[in-house]
């Protein structure tokens, strides 16, 4: 969007430019702030560690550690969760 804004800008469209420009600033501040939660609500987990596993994800791997990074979590989340549940974390805790 931003080159089309740019060219009707140039072409003397200043309206149609700056129109471009606002409607990209609210896309990309809704989709900043939706997009996560909407994953996360998806898949069961805070919306900040969503956003920190893609990260982690993606400097690990680059563009396929952005989708793997998530999933890793949801496994190492699980796996947690159901040593927690069966008292495995505690059993360890109360040996120390």
């Known amino acids: 969007m931003t080159p ?3 060219i009707s800008a140039c072409n003397g469209n200043i309206t149609l430019g700056i129109c471009l420009i606002v409607l990209y600033v609210i896309v990309l501040v809704v989709r900043q702030f939706l997009e996560p939660r909407i994953v996360s609500s998806k898949i069961g ?3 900040i560690f969503t956003l920190i ?3 982690t994800g993606f400097k690990i791997s680059g563009l396929i550690g ?4 998530p999933i890793i979590f949801i496994i190492l989340k699980d796996i947690f969760s159901t040593m927690i ?9 109360n040996r120390i």
């Not at 952005?66 to 990074?69: D, P, S, Y």
């Not at 549940?85 to 805790?93: H, L, Y």
């Open 85 to 93: 549940d069966e008292g495995v974390v505690k059993n360890i805790m």
């Open 4 to 6: 089309w804004a740019i």
């Open 53 to 55: 596993a893609m990260y």
């Open 45 to 47: 987990i805070h919306p």
């Open 66 to 69: 952005l989708f793997i990074g």
